[in-house]
């Protein structure tokens, strides 16, 4: 830049230069000085400069060197041109776009088998409203009765012949559909059988008055015979089992009957171990379902787990990869008591046997078995390990190939499993089929790639979503952008339920106000359903798409469509079979919004510039932090302690949303390398949520605000008020751990958001 400077200044004569032959020294006339060093008699212009020609060679050099300083500064003047030029058009343009709000997209070319060039007749600029008709068009001529029919016609329990054929179709499907790439990944976990000897004796004085035998079982229960009083403890909640506690009623050395629902078996079983119980019986009450016809009707013992976690339980935090050798290991959410589901009949004929409500929380019918009645439970469930087999499929993106959104729903299922499994993977099908259709005959050219994953043994808790996890848990939140769960999204004809990541808040919104409702006359969007700013709830261990963000700290959203806010009485059931459904819904109809509304969260992810994730969420959420720590100032002040470090945090952290709004707005998205350093800021969000002090094998859902530990938020909280209600259990040394973590790791947040770290600036 100097140099080039020098030649324009002295183009333009504004000052002289002189030059010292065989010298180094420069010699300065003004603020302009040059260094010229000759080590040749003859310069380029062939004059002579010995003797007597010394003043000839002097006017040609001069000469020759005016002439070389007018041809660069003619083409200096014409770079400047051109240059301003440039710039004019590329602001014309991003002005327009602006206020158009169009994305361009660049003319993409690509090979046929034959080698020759494809689709370059399309056209190289696709507005969304574009695109979204060409979706909402080839979603109308979807069909998934015939599907779901050939899916469900067996049941397909994890790593049985059955499953492996449904995989091996799953497979072929997405090799018809020419996806870009097919694969399939395989491990080998430990599952579990029931046992032939499993059931549930109602004593009377020693002798057997009844007995409940079921073919369905609760997997990972502890192998066990027990004899011992009946509990009844609602839905086995923690506020059930103080409930009882604040009657005093005992749940040591009992076994305890709750009902299905609210929370997750493993998470009522951890409950009662907390307590004490010895095991445990699970019911569905026909009351808390929707069922395909009217009227109360029996329902038959549910399949669940009861491991507090997802994953293979015995490699907690490796990948079930074959040939990977592990030390002897197992999850610390195993349970160590016996547990067994009953059917609601069976559950009702127990409940029949209590001793009234008398002395029991208000509205319960009873609370304790009355004398001289007792229950044996005998569980003799057999571990057994099993090849499972995931299966991908892979439309590359044309511009961020290595960035991806991924969608999936698991292929397992105990029973049937018609709304448990084979609706999301019909839809996980017939969405790969139609975006792919739309990629090589609509023109759509992806900006990143599409993972469409059918995950095996989703019924053990998520085992084999957890396990690719696993094994890519290092890079995976780099480059994946979002997971959508299709599993278990149709249960009814009602309300939508919706739960996800704050991430998923805006883009959720959105694609619900442009979605119609299936059930609607009026042409009515899906938005009206919600009618509720905080319709996006947070994940529970229960959902599929829990461990990509719990464990893995990558955005994730789930959905399901339900009746009276109440789930599909026969999930997880014998009875969940495609007759059952057709009588609770239209299932094309209910399918093909499910379709539309995934669809479109997919193509706006690999569609837009910016990613549209609602980093600004987190910062309502993390306020809440400090928000609730002055609500127990009392408790803080006897410690010593202030908010003054967290409310730092949390400022640094909004501070640094401001800024990425604002380089978002003053950037020009069209230079690519400036948009995806934004982008990837943005992705890091999630993933800053999981704390860096804890272990993924010990503590997998290293989640702040929706994880388990003590290093989230409401555990922290829950803490900080012992010293209120039970001061003896209070740890003043454990709460300032907490404290001091949970801090730093808002703040390591705030830093991931603000960029590199010459950008940081934080306020302590």
């Given amino acids: 830049m100097e140099k080039a400077r020098s030649a324009v200044t002295n183009f333009f004569g504004r000052v002289p230069l002189t030059y010292t032959r065989f010298s180094l020294t420069p010699q300065v006339d003004g603020d302009a000085s040059q260094v010229e060093m000759k080590l040749a008699d003859d310069d380029e212009c062939g004059e002579s400069t010995l003797g007597d020609h010394v003043v000839k060679h002097r006017e040609g050099h001069n000469q020759c060197k005016s002439l070389c300083f007018k041809i660069l500064g003619v083409v200096l003047l014409f770079f400047i041109g051109f240059l301003i030029g440039y710039l004019s ?44 008709p060409m979706l909402d068009k080839k979603v109308e001529l979807l069909q998934f009765e015939e599907s779901i029919t050939n899916l469900c016609s067996s049941t397909r329990e994890a790593g049985s012949e059955n499953e492996v054929s449904s995989a091996t179709m799953v497979y072929n499907e997405f090799q018809a559909m020419q996806l870009d790439k097919v694969w399939n990944d395989e491990h080998f976990v430990t599952l579990q059988d029931r046992g032939s000897s499993n059931k549930v004796e109602l004593l009377k004085s020693q002798d057997t008055e009844e007995t409940f035998t079921s073919m369905s079982y609760v997997a990972y229960s502890a192998s066990k015979s027990v004899t011992a009083s009946l509990v009844y403890c609602h839905y086995g909640r923690t506020e059930d089992f103080d409930a009882l506690r604040a009657k005093n009623i005992d749940v040591s050395g009992k076994i305890v009957l709750v009902r299905s629902g609210n929370i997750t078996f493993s998470e009522k079983v951890r409950n009662a171990e907390i307590a004490k119980a010895v095991g445990v019986l699970i019911y569905p009450d026909p009351s808390d379902f929707t069922f395909p016809t009217s009227g109360d009707q029996e329902i038959e013992a549910p399949f669940g787990h009861a491991h507090f976690g997802t994953g293979d339980p015995f490699t907690p935090g490796f990948p079930s990869f074959n040939h990977t050798q592990f030390p002897p290991s197992k999850s610390s959410g195993l349970p160590q008591i ?28 009873g609370c304790k078995l009355a004398d001289p009645y007792k229950i044996k439970l005998e569980v003799n469930n057999i571990m057994a390990n099993k090849k499972i087999l995931n299966v991908f499929g892979v439309i590359k993106g044309f511009d961020e190939p290595d960035r991806y959104v991924v969608v999936g729903a698991q292929r397992d299922s105990w029973g049937k499993g018609a709304a448990n499994a084979g609706v999301g993977t019909s839809v996980l099908l017939k969405l790969a089929q139609m975006i792919k259709q739309m990629v090589k005959e609509g023109g759509y050219r992806p900006r990143r790639s599409i993972v469409f994953a059918s995950w095996s043994a989703g019924d053990f808790g998520a085992v084999g979503a957890t396990e690719w996890l696993e094994g890519y848990l290092s890079t995976l939140h780099l480059k994946t952008i979002a997971y959508i769960s299709l599993d278990a999204a149709v249960q009814g004809r009602g309300s939508l339920q919706v739960s996800g990541s704050p991430l998923m808040y805006s883009i959720i919104q959105k694609t619900l106000t442009e979605v119609s409702d299936p059930v609607s006359n009026n042409d009515d969007r899906l938005w009206t359903k919600v009618q509720s700013e905080d319709f996006l709830r947070p994940l529970s261990i229960s959902d599929p798409a829990y461990p990509f963000l719990a464990y893995s700290g990558v955005p994730s959203v789930s959905f399901s469509f339900i009746k009276d806010k109440k789930p599909y009485a026969y999930l997880g059931t014998a009875q ?31 569609h837009d510039h910016k990613l549209p994730l609602d980093f600004e969420r987190y910062k309502n959420e993390l306020r809440k932090v400090p928000i609730q720590l002055v609500g127990e100032w009392q408790s803080l002040k006897q410690l010593d302690l202030t908010v003054q470090w967290m409310n730092s945090a949390w400022g640094d952290f909004s501070r640094a949303v401001e800024t990425v709004k604002n380089n978002f707005a003053g950037s020009d998205l069209e230079i690519r390398p400036v948009l995806r350093s934004l982008n990837d800021r943005v992705m890091k969000v999630e993933h800053s949520m999981l704390s860096p002090y804890v272990s993924p094998l010990d503590t997998p859902f290293r989640h702040i605000l929706y994880g388990y530990g003590n290093h989230t938020v409401s555990a922290l909280i829950k803490h900080i008020r012992l010293q209120k209600t039970n001061k003896e259990l209070f740890d003043k040394d454990l709460f300032k751990n907490q404290l001091a973590l949970l801090t730093w790791t808002v703040q390591g947040a705030a830093n991931a958001l603000a960029g590199e770290i010459w950008e940081i600036n934080n306020e302590f």
């Avoid at 016996?338 to 019918?365: A, F, M, N, R």
């Avoid at 057709?582 to 969260?601: F, I, T, W």
Wanted: proline share 4%.
């Fill in 89 to 132: 058009h590329r602001g014309r343009v991003a002005s327009q776009l602006s206020s158009n709000n169009v994305i361009i997209q660049q003319e993409y070319t690509q090979e046929d088998e034959a080698g020759e060039i494809v689709g370059s007749d399309t056209p190289n600029m696709l507005y969304w409203s574009d695109l979204k």
């Fill in 338 to 365: 016996p547990v067994q589901s009953l059917s609601s009949k069976d559950g009702t004929t127990l409940i029949g046997k209590l001793d009234g409500p008398q002395g029991c929380p208000d509205g319960w019918k």
């Fill in 576 to 606: 969940d079979t495609f007759d059952n459904l057709k009588k609770l819904v239209n299932v094309d109809s209910m399918c093909r919004a499910v379709a539309n509304l995934a669809g479109q969260v997919i193509l706006r992810m690999t």
